[in-house]
């Protein structure tokens, strides 16, 4: 996928925080006020915390120029710190792990990391914790995305607070990607306050689902007659796809359908929402009404689709 273009002032954002948390953590200064680079501590904790390893895993692993990897080891060997040994599958190279020496002057400088992190954390109010813990987890998964096969999808029930992110959710990436103006989000919150409000257990649904514990789509079933029900605000966010997820929360509302009996299952969207379309015409849904309108902001095609089960 081509990368998208970057804004001038998102670059200065990221170079701004930068600045500040590399002075935060005190990057700039020797690690933690000891003879120690903060490379070289990244590499004690690599050897101490992985079995034995060659200098090849470690300039791949942490990006480091084979130069400097080898005076950081050799200075190592020098105090007595690292242990080398052919390696079994390529005598050529040498697995490198900590000797005691080693490991007894690493411990020391992990304690000491963990309690000014300890001590960084102090300053941040508990209850304002968690969210910034979440925030830093975020930056790392958006930087470093773990392969799709690894990643951990779940859907699950609404819980309380659900809806209200449905609703944020809605009004933002529909602003964004199709212009719509707030009428849409209002439309969005009072289908989710009808649906907490007259929520029928027996005859509707509604899913969430996650990635990696975080919210990534939403997708409801409310019952429109005896024998239809109806598809209603189905949602992905745009980091979440790809994994196959809409075609998931599609097909759990069908089958949830098909389970209570119902014989048809309806839905209503917009002409220029193709991926949506696309998933529903996948599952045999048909188009049966489309309308030209006014609403939200832009001149659209309303589209009535259905499914019979």
Known sequence: ???????????????????????????LKRYLDTDFTLTEVRVLYELAHRPPLTARDLVR?????AG???RILRRFEDQGWLAREPAPHDARQSLLQLTEAGYATFAPLQQKSREETAALLADVPSAARPGLIEAMETVHRLLDPPAAAQRKV?????????????????GELYAREYGFDAEFEALVAEIAAKFIRQFDPGHEKGWIAEVDGQRAGCVFLVRQSATVAKLRLLLLRPEARGLGLGGRLTDACIAFARAK????????????LTVARSIYASRGFVLKESESNEAFGQKLVSETWELKL
Request: hydrophobic residues 40%; charged residues 20%.
């Open 68 to 70: 400097y990897l080898s």
């Open 154 to 170: 779940a859907l699950r029930d609404p819980r309380p607070g659900d809806m209200g992110w449905v609703v944020q959710m809605h």
């Open 1 to 27: 996928m081509r990368p998208s273009p970057v804004a001038k002032s998102q670059v200065k954002a990221v170079r701004a925080f930068n600045r500040f948390y590399t002075q935060r953590i005190g990057v």
């Open 61 to 65: 692993d942490l990006q480091l120029d």
């Open 261 to 272: 009996g119902y014989r048809k299952l309806v839905l209503w969207t917009q002409s220029n």
